[in-house]
């Protein structure tokens, strides 16, 4: 009964209050538990956030929908994150791409566009999606500079 709960408010809150579309996440993890909260926890900073618990699952989302972003982790069964990410922008070169790892981060590529370490993944990954999907706030930007 929660899983559909999640799924159907998945699907259901495609606009935001604000009346602008909401921002579409991909987050793939083979630890089911990790995936469905990491989703729990961007929807609610205001993203459309789906989970996968594999790449063969992650594309086969990408094929039926439009997402802004894929989270992915590096190490899982059969293809790992980086193999995704390549797929994925063969198909959506525009997409922005984060692995998350528990390793320490590798070399970019032109695949990826951040490696995050897992023992930090929130709020950096909440800091990164903003990053990459144009939403930083102007003022945090200036404190920042």
């Not at 996440?25 to 789906?50: K, N, P, T, W």
């Not at 618990?53 to 094929?63: S, T």
């Not at 980086?82 to 998350?100: F, G, M, N, T, Y």
Request: net charge negative; hydrophobic share 40%; charged share 30%.
């Amino acid at each position: 009964m929660y899983e559909f709960a999640m799924l159907k408010r998945c699907h259901t809150n495609e606009i935001r209050d604000t009346g602008e579309k909401m921002k579409a996440i991909l987050f793939v993890d083979d630890h089911e538990v990790l995936a469905r909260l990491s989703c729990e926890i961007l929807q609610m900073q205001g993203y459309r956030a789906e989970y996968a618990y594999n790449a063969n699952d992650a594309l086969a989302k990408f094929d039926r929908e439009k997402f802004d972003m894929l989270v992915t982790d590096y190490r899982m069964e059969g293809m790992n994150g980086l193999e995704l990410a390549k797929l994925v922008r063969q198909k959506a070169p525009d997409v922005p791409v984060i692995i998350v790892t528990g390793y320490p981060p590798m070399e970019n590529s032109g695949e990826v566009d951040a490696w995050l370490e897992k023992q930090d993944l929130f709020p950096a990954l909440l800091d990164k999606i903003k990053l990459f999907l144009g939403e930083n706030d102007p003022e945090e930007t200036l404190k920042s500079a």
